[in-house]
C-alpha cells in the first residue's frame, strides 16, 4: 500500500516561496503510469488542484497557479516537492500530496509576516 507524507515549514513570509516535500512509501514514483499530485484546502474553501508530476518525470499545473508553482522530484529519495513563489495570505492553507485515492496526512502552511 502506497503512503505519502508531507513535510515543510508551518509559516512561510509573503513574498517567499513555500516548498514542501512528499515522501513515498510502498511504492516507486517512476512507476509506470503513476501520477503524483499537490492539492492544497485554504480554509473555509474547498480543494483545490496545484499540479502533478507524472512516472515520466513530466508536469502539469493548474493554469491559475502555473506562473508560481514548479513540482519536480528526486527518485533517489523517492521524493517529489512543490515550490510556490511570491505567496501572500491567499496561499494560507492545508497542503497534501496524493496518488489517487492515497493521499498524506496534510501539513498546515500559513502565510504570514
Known sequence: QVQLQESGPGLVKP?????LTCTVSGGS????????SWIRQPPGKGLEWIGYIAYSGSTYYSPSLKSRTSISRDTSKNQFTLQLSSVTPEDT???YCARVSQWGQGTQVTVSS
Not at 15 to 19: G, M
Not at 30 to 36: F, I
Open 15 to 19: 513574498s517567499q516561496t513555500l516548498s
Open 29 to 36: 514514483i517512476t512507476t509506470n503510469y503513476y501520477y503524483w
Open 93 to 95: 492553507a492545508v497542503y
